[in-house]
């Protein structure tokens, strides 16, 4: 039995309720609703096929995902500004730079242990205010990305990535702040060594 005859079923028993409740009797109705399923989207392999979401346009510029195979950190920067899209990078110099020292201060290699993903594939215009309709047509890419590498943990950088993940595929999710974030404001350091203390006990069983 299909969808479109399950709710069709279920009408009837909704109505025949209702008879039964008000009368006892089962009253003859002449016609019952055209019942139309909306099935989810076929998402594309490869992300610059993707027509999802009004940023598609320039996602022949999509963001890379940096490293290969089984890795025991996943990144999710956030979404890229179509500079950095377009030189194929996920940070700037100095900003490569700080996650790198972050990483190494709890015993993980940026090259060799992480791999990195955006929250979105194609360029955004402000990356602080990324469109949550892309980020949903996003999602289903980063679970499939998770499926596939098997990540220990995850750690989102920038609060605006923070507001959509919470525990994925059974993945232990982390927001910290973004590097970019933390060389404005060097505050934020204190924040993101409590959290890479948190990345480091599961990552390392410890």
């Known amino acids: 039995m299909n969808q ?26 002449s016609s019952i609703p055209q019942f139309k399923v909306t099935m989810k989207k076929i998402i594309p392999t490869d992300p610059a096929q993707c027509t999802a979401c009004s940023l598609h346009e320039h996602n022949s ?41 972050w990483l190494e201060a709890i015993g993980l290699s940026f090259k060799e242990d ?15 205010h990324p469109p949550v309709e892309s980020v949903h047509s996003c999602f289903p890419y980063i679970e499939r990305l998770i499926e596939q590498t098997k990540p220990k943990a995850i750690l989102v950088l920038g609060q605006e ?27 934020l350091k204190r924040p993101v060594w409590e959290i890479l203390k948190k990345v480091k006990g599961v990552v390392f069983g410890v």
């Open 114 to 128: 992480c791999l990195t993903a955006p929250l979105l594939f194609c360029p955004v215009k402000d990356p602080l």
């Open 4 to 29: 479109n005859q399950i709710f069709t079923e279920y009408w009837k028993v909704l109505n025949d309720i209702e008879d039964y409740m008000d009368d006892r009797f089962r009253r003859d109705r």
């Open 161 to 187: 990535g923070g507001e959509f993940f919470s525990h994925i595929n059974s993945s232990p999710v982390f927001t910290a702040p973004h590097p970019s974030d933390v060389l404005i404001d060097p505050s």
């Open 61 to 101: 510029l999509r963001a890379p995902v940096v490293g290969e195979g089984e890795k025991r950190l996943l990144i999710i920067n956030r979404g890229l500004p179509k500079i950095l899209a377009e030189k194929n990078e996920h940070f700037t110099i100095p900003e490569e730079d700080s996650i790198t020292k």
